[in-house]
């Protein structure tokens, strides 16, 4: 089992998605093939040395596409990252994206419940 994450991991993450977002969104859709890219949950490992970055995506068919963008890109970001948090964090954590379908399992359970 998970132990809880510090309330430096919490800190750091927080941090961490506000930067992501803002630099996600500074690409513009356009980037993402007309797609919304929001960052909706960054997890930290306890060393703060890795990301788990979770993104979701509308419409949710640009999914896949998205997801290849942010891949392709991960070391860019990551660069982006550095210049940021560089004042705060010794090292800039390994970047890896997750897709998060919380939104599409909301709505999912929105039309069953309507039928």
């Given at each position: 089992?998970d132990?809880?994450?510090?309330?430096r991991?919490?800190?750091?993450?927080?941090?961490?998605?506000?930067?992501?977002?803002?630099?996600i969104r500074?690409k513009?859709?356009?980037?993402?093939?007309?797609a919304?890219?929001?960052?909706?949950?960054?997890?930290?490992?306890?060393?703060?040395s890795?990301a788990?970055?979770?993104?979701?995506?509308?419409?949710?068919e640009?999914?896949?596409q998205?997801?290849?963008?942010?891949e392709?890109n991960?070391?860019a970001?990551?660069?982006?990252?550095?210049?940021?948090?560089?004042?705060?964090?010794?090292i800039?954590?390994?970047?890896?994206?997750f897709?998060?379908?919380?939104?599409?399992?909301?709505?999912?359970?929105?039309?069953l419940?309507?039928?």
């Amino acid at each position: 089992m998970d132990k809880a994450p510090s309330t430096r991991q919490l800190r750091v993450a927080r941090e961490l998605q506000r930067d992501l977002s803002e630099i996600i969104r500074s690409k513009g859709m356009a980037a993402f093939g007309g797609a919304m890219v929001t960052v909706s949950e960054v997890r930290i490992s306890p060393d703060l040395s890795v990301a788990k970055v979770y993104v979701s995506v509308f419409p949710s068919e640009k999914a896949p596409q998205v997801m290849q963008t942010l891949e392709e890109n991960n070391r860019a970001y990551r660069g982006e990252l550095g210049r940021k948090v560089a004042s705060q964090l010794r090292i800039v954590p390994e970047l890896t994206f997750f897709l998060d379908t919380s939104l599409d399992y909301a709505e999912h359970i929105d039309e069953l419940l309507k039928k």
